[in-house]
T-cell receptor, first 111, second 109 residues
Framework: TQLLEQSPQFLSIQEGENLTVYCNSS?????LQWYRQEPGEGPVLLVT?????EVKKLKRLTFQFGDARKDSSLHITAAQPGDTGLYLC???????????FGTGTLLAVQP | DVKVTQSSRYLVKRTGEKVFLECVQD?????MFWYRQDPGLGLRLIYF???????EKGDIPEGYSVSREKKERFSLILESASTNQTSMYLC????????FGQGTRLTVV
């Protein structure tokens, strides 16, 4: 079974701080996606990374795919209260198109 | 805009009842998924389907079945609901990126 572990599980920071969330696996994924979920809603796709070593930026969010395509990180610069939510990584196993989700990182940004 | 619609936001059912959760997508996607989400456990895959009438078990299929008679519709069935099936249920469809419905919070009493 492919597993994705995220760390930390919970993060509470002050507005303006920087943070990094990690997503690790012993399995190789053909692509990896990051989602953000707000309370009472379904997850919403933020980004997909496909190539080992790839870096993508979305405003203050920077996503990186590991060289071996087994891990990824999400870095947020100068966090805002609007960044509060549950961040989920998900790996695409490839052949089956089955998406495997990490356990999630719950981020709270205090004003 | 992409749309995945789940039939109910909130449901309360009694133990032993048969429960149907419906999901419809308008993107002509082949792949559809049912997950349940519980605190500390993340999203766990119950079943997925990669084509009409095709289905594959996910990681936690026990107590559930699914139906995919049409491409746009994927139904999750709880044959005899139990209290440990109280959870948030999320439907998704994808080609390479997954789009989720708003979720159904099911409480079994």
């Amino acid at each position: 079974t492919q597993l994705l572990e995220q760390s930390p599980q919970f993060l509470s920071i002050q507005e303006g701080e920087n943070l990094t969330v990690y997503c690790n696996s012993s399995s190789v994924f053909s692509s990896l996606q990051w989602y953000r979920q707000e309370p009472g809603e379904g997850p919403v796709l933020l980004v997909t990374v496909v190539t080992g070593g790839e870096v993508k930026k979305l405003k203050r969010l920077t996503f990186q795919f590991g060289d071996a395509r087994k891990d990824s990180s999400l870095h947020i610069t100068a966090a805002q209260p609007g960044d509060t939510g549950l961040y989920l990584c998900a790996g695409d196993g490839g052949a089956t198109n089955k998406l495997i989700f990490g356990t999630g990182t719950l981020l709270a940004v205090q004003p | 805009d992409v749309k995945v619609t789940q039939s109910s936001r909130y449901l309360v059912k009694r133990t032993g009842e048969k429960v149907f959760l419906e999901c419809v997508q308008d993107m002509d996607h082949e792949n559809m998924f049912w997950y349940r989400q519980d605190p500390g456990l993340g999203l766990r895959l119950i079943y997925f389907s990669y084509d009409v009438k095709m289905k594959e078990k996910g990681d936690i299929p026990e107590g559930y079945s699914v139906s995919r008679e049409k491409k746009e519709r994927f139904s999750l069935i709880l044959e005899s609901a139990s209290t440990n099936q109280t959870s948030m249920y999320l439907c998704a469809s994808s080609r390479r990126k997954a789009f989720f419905g708003q979720g159904t919070r099911l409480t079994v009493v």
